[in-house]
C-alpha cells in the first residue's frame, strides 16, 4: 500500500508565481516529514522537513505546511524560479523506523 | 568531505550476470541506506546498516540480492543472477544517527 501520496505527478507554473506541491499520508505513525527535489541523473537533495510537533517551517522561499488531522503536508515555493524546475519527493518516516517512505514525485516545470 | 559517493554511475550487463556496486558515505555517518528507484517511483528502502550491523531489510530484497559493510565504512551491494526487472537506479544514502539523511548520486542498471 502507497503510505505516501504524491497525486499531483506534474505542475506548470509561471515564473514569480507560487508553487504548491501536495502530499497526503495514511501512517499516523509518521512524526517526522523531508521535502526533496531531484534533477534527472542526480540523486534526491534535501530540501526543507517538518516535525509532527509544528505545523509550518520555513527556508527562504520554501515553507513546508503540516496538518495533521488531515494527514496532509505542503511544500510552497514563492516567488517559483526556472532553476526550481524539478522533481519533488514528499517522504516520512516515524519513531520506530529510520527509513524514509517516499511519495511517488510531483515534475514541476517553471516557466518564463 | 566531497558527499555521498557511487559506483559505477551507470552499468549495463547481461541478464543473468552479476553485479555489485559500491557506495562511499560521509565519513562521519554512522548510517548507510540502500534504495532503489524505477521509472516513476519513488525511491523505495531496500535495507540499511548502522555501522556494520544490518539493521533492517525490505521483502523488495530477495535473495539475490545481498548487502554488506564489511568495517562499518563503505558498503557494497551485490545482485546476482541479473534479471530485466532489477533495471532501476540503486540509490545510497548516509546518516548521522538519522540525521542528515544525505544520498549520493545513484547508479543506473540495466539489464539486457
Known amino acids: 500500500d502507497q503510505q505516501v501520496k504524491q497525486n499531483s505527478p506534474s505542475l506548470s507554473v509561471q515564473e514569480g508565481r507560487i508553487s504548491i506541491l501536495n502530499c497526503d499520508y495514511t501512517?499516523?505513525?509518521?512524526?517526522?516529514f523531508l521535502w526533496y527535489k531531484k534533477y534527472p541523473a542526480e540523486g534526491p537533495t534535501f530540501l526543507i522537513s517538518?516535525?509532527?510537533?509544528?505545523d509550518k517551517n520555513e527556508d527562504g522561499r520554501f515553507t513546508v505546511f503540516l496538518n495533521k488531522s488531515a494527514k496532509h503536508l505542503s511544500l510552497h515555493i514563492v516567488p517559483s524560479q526556472p532553476g526550481d524546475s524539478a522533481v519533488y519527493f514528499c517522504?516520512?518516516?516515524?519513531?520506530?523506523?529510520?527509513?524514509?517512505?517516499f511519495g511517488t514525485g510531483t515534475r514541476l516545470q517553471v516557466f518564463p | 568531505d566531497t558527499g555521498v559517493s557511487q559506483d559505477p554511475r551507470h552499468k549495463i550487463t547481461k541478464r543473468g550476470q552479476n553485479v555489485t556496486f559500491r557506495c562511499d558515505p560521509i565519513s562521519e555517518h554512522n548510517r548507510l541506506y540502500w534504495y532503489r528507484q524505477t521509472l516513476g517511483q519513488g525511491p523505495e528502502f531496500l535495507t540499511y546498516?548502522?555501522?556494520?550491523?544490518?539493521?533492517?531489510k525490505s521483502r523488495l530484497l530477495s535473495d539475490r540480492f545481498s548487502a554488506e559493510r564489511p568495517k562499518g565504512s563503505f558498503s557494497t551491494l551485490e545482485i546476482q543472477r541479473t534479471e530485466q526487472g532489477d533495471s532501476a537506479m540503486y540509490l545510497c544514502?548516509?546518516?548521522?544517527?538519522?540525521?542528515?539523511?544525505?544520498f549520493g548520486s545513484g547508479t543506473r542498471l540495466t539489464v539486457v
Open positions: 501512517n499516523s505513525m509518521f512524526d517526522y
Open positions: 544514502a548516509s546518516s548521522l544517527d538519522g540525521v542528515d539523511y544525505t
Open positions: 546498516f548502522q555501522n556494520e550491523a544490518q539493521l533492517e
Open positions: 517522504a516520512a518516516t516515524g519513531l520506530d523506523t529510520d527509513k524514509l517512505i
Open positions: 517538518i516535525s509532527s510537533i509544528k
